[in-house]
């Protein structure tokens, strides 16, 4: 090795890294600081509670993601509500100074609280509707497996499968 390549030897560049995807452990812990937000900045409880009814219903819907696909765009929005278009409405409401937030009108006639109190809106109907697809799934399963049971030990046409009749 000669000191022309040495010194003409480029460094490599490290491999660029993607990170794992969040664990069930990863959101839930995303839902405790979002939690711990609101009770720091004294959210007002019609804020608290959407965000609570929001927080159930991803987790009722975590054990059940793996029935939606991993890939899938309900997986993903579980996910990203909860790790960040809920830190980051709420956040964003908690930074105002809170008078300022609560009276002062900022889109039309709607405040700020109001605007948030829209995006927890969206946010709980859009997780009702993702967790309804999960237990369907499961539900579709319940269904094809009753199917599947009638077809196979259900009666048959024209052969009485009865031991008899009591007496």
Same mark, same amino acid.
């Given at each position: @090795?000669? /000191? +022309?390549?040495?010194?003409? +030897?480029? &460094?490599?560049?490290?491999?660029?890294?993607?990170?794992?995807?969040?664990?069930?452990?990863?959101?839930?812990? #995303?839902?405790?600081?979002?939690?711990?937000?609101?009770?720091?900045?004294?959210?007002?409880?019609?804020?608290?509670?959407?965000? $609570? +009814?929001?927080? $159930? %219903? /991803?987790?009722? %819907?975590?054990?059940?993601? $793996?029935?939606?696909?991993?890939? #899938?765009?309900?997986? !993903?929005?579980?996910?990203?509500?909860?790790?960040? !278009?809920?830190?980051?409405?709420?956040?964003?409401?908690?930074?105002?100074?809170?008078?300022?937030?609560? %009276? $002062?009108?900022?889109?039309? !006639? &709607?405040?700020?609280?109001?605007?948030?109190?829209? =995006?927890?809106?969206? *946010?709980?109907?859009? @997780?009702? &509707?993702?967790?309804?697809?999960?237990?369907?799934?499961?539900? =579709?399963? *319940?269904?094809?497996?009753?199917?599947?049971? =009638?077809? &196979?030990?259900?009666? #048959?046409?024209? %052969?009485?499968?009865?031991?008899?009749?009591?007496?």
């Amino acid at each position: @090795m000669g /000191i +022309r390549s040495w010194f003409g +030897r480029r &460094k490599e560049e490290p491999a660029h890294v993607v990170p794992s995807p969040p664990t069930e452990q990863d959101i839930l812990a #995303s839902l405790n600081r979002v939690n711990a937000m609101l009770v720091e900045g004294n959210a007002p409880p019609v804020v608290t509670s959407r965000v $609570r +009814r929001i927080a $159930r %219903t /991803i987790n009722d %819907t975590l054990p059940r993601l $793996r029935h939606l696909g991993a890939g #899938s765009a309900d997986s !993903y929005s579980v996910v990203a509500t909860a790790t960040d !278009y809920l830190p980051e409405a709420v956040g964003g409401y908690l930074r105002l100074p809170r008078d300022w937030a609560d %009276t $002062r009108p900022i889109d039309g !006639y &709607k405040t700020s609280l109001m605007v948030l109190v829209d =995006q927890l809106e969206l *946010l709980a109907s859009t @997780m009702d &509707k993702i967790l309804d697809a999960a237990n369907r799934a499961d539900a =579709q399963a *319940l269904v094809a497996h009753g199917m599947f049971l =009638q077809a &196979k030990f259900g009666p #048959s046409t024209g %052969t009485d499968m009865t031991l008899g009749s009591p007496t």
